[in-house]
């Protein structure tokens, strides 16, 4: 099966600084998502990306799938983006997606 | 409009009860989705129906995991005989089609069992 790595898996940030989180994945995947668990526990999809890059405000994502990774980029961080992050893949969109261990992020104002 | 319900949000159960856990996907959505997440882990897949159909069942631990969707709406995830090991948060998402991206999740059930 499906095996997903992230890192880092901890990271702490001052309120406006940037970060790039990893998702490395065992095998290729057409259903690639990456999440963001907030504090109280609720699950948000972000993006739906199994292949190029999208962004969303300031966050943006890319997927090198031949390479069998992910990038999650967020920029000028607000301590609203604390939580843990997550990204999940699949070998199809209707099929069940593994997740990683998550990168659990704490901005400080 | 409307998002992803789980009903109890909490439950706790002593070792041997049975639970059900409930959880209201968004409306006319097709596919439906239950995860398990042990504390600082992330979800674990359990099962998926398509409708009423239950495509996959492979994540459910053992057979006293149960899950149902009857009418391809509202489902129920039955557990039987609960063990402490079965603490977790369980999750439910759903998407609008069979063959769709995006899955919304509901809030989490969290069990606890004593």
């Known amino acids: 099966g499906i095996q997903v790595e992230q890192s880092p898996p901890d990271l702490i940030l001052q309120e406006g600084a940037n970060s790039t989180l990893r998702c490395n994945f065992s095998?290729?995947?057409?259903?690639l998502q990456w999440f963001h668990q907030n504090p109280w526990g609720q699950l948000i999809n972000l993006f739906y990306i199994p292949s190029g890059t999208k962004q969303n405000g300031r966050l943006s994502a890319t997927t090198v799938a031949t390479e069998r990774y992910s990038l999650l980029y967020i920029s000028s961080s607000q301590t609203t983006d604390s939580g843990v992050y997550f990204c999940?893949?699949?070998?199809?969109?209707?099929?069940?997606?593994?997740f990683g261990s998550g990168t659990r992020l704490s901005i400080r104002p | 409009g409307a998002g992803v319900s789980q009903s109890p949000r909490y439950k706790v159960a002593k070792r041997g009860q049975d639970v059900a856990l409930r959880c209201d996907p968004i409306?006319?959505?097709?596919?439906l989705f239950w995860y398990q997440q042990a504390l600082g882990q992330g979800p674990e897949f359990l099962t998926y129906f398509q409708n009423e159909a239950q495509l996959d069942k492979s994540g459910l631990p053992s057979d006293r995991f149960f899950a149902e969707r009857p009418e391809g709406s509202v489902s129920t995830l039955k557990i039987q005989r609960t063990q402490q090991e079965d603490s977790a948060v369980y999750l439910c998402?759903?998407?609008?089609?069979?063959?769709?991206?995006?899955?919304?999740f509901g809030p989490g059930t969290r069990l606890t069992v004593l």
């Open positions: 998402a759903s998407s609008p089609w069979a063959d769709t991206d995006t899955q919304y």
């Open positions: 409306s006319g959505h097709v596919s």
């Open positions: 999940a893949g699949g070998y199809s969109s209707a099929s069940k997606i593994i």
């Open positions: 095998d290729s995947v057409n259903n």
